[in-house]
Nanobody, 120 residues
Framework: QGQLVESGGGLVQPGGSLRLSCAAS????????MTWVRQAPGKGPEWVSS???????TYAEPVKGRFTISRVNDKNTLYLQMNSLKPEDTALYYC??????????????WGQGTQVTVSS
């Protein structure tokens, strides 16, 4: 019923920046919490950040001060601005509807993901 499409990933050098987007459709975006999750090869999923319907945000400790989650409800779009990127940020980045806990337990609800590679 719903669809999430991530975009904006790419190859960037350490210290660089990327802005990820997640286009949502098929559900009432404005009333849902939204979450970013990432997964590196051979690792389990890692929660990155969430934003609730009021715009209140939470971040995983490794990305605090470097990443900013935001949403534009009239565009049904979620964003993740990533600054000061590090090699350990390399992963496939997914967006999901719902809270941190819901997103981590429901990988079937994620989008297709967008690859972020941070390397010299």
């Amino acid at each position: 019923q719903g669809q999430l499409v991530e975009s904006g990933g790419g190859l960037v050098q350490p210290g660089g920046s990327l802005r990820l987007s997640c286009a949502a459709s098929g559900f009432t975006f404005s009333t849902n919490s939204m979450t970013w999750v990432r997964q590196a090869p051979g690792k389990g999923p890692e929660w990155v950040s969430s934003i609730n319907y009021r715009g209140e945000t939470t971040y995983a400790e490794p990305v605090k001060g470097r990443f900013t989650i935001s949403r534009v409800n009239d565009k049904n779009t979620l964003y993740l601005q990533m600054n000061s990127l590090k090699p350990e940020d390399t992963a496939l980045y997914y967006c999901s509807r719902g809270s941190k806990d819901y997103a981590l337990r429901s990988p079937g609800d994620w989008g297709q993901g967008t690859q972020v590679t941070v390397s010299s």
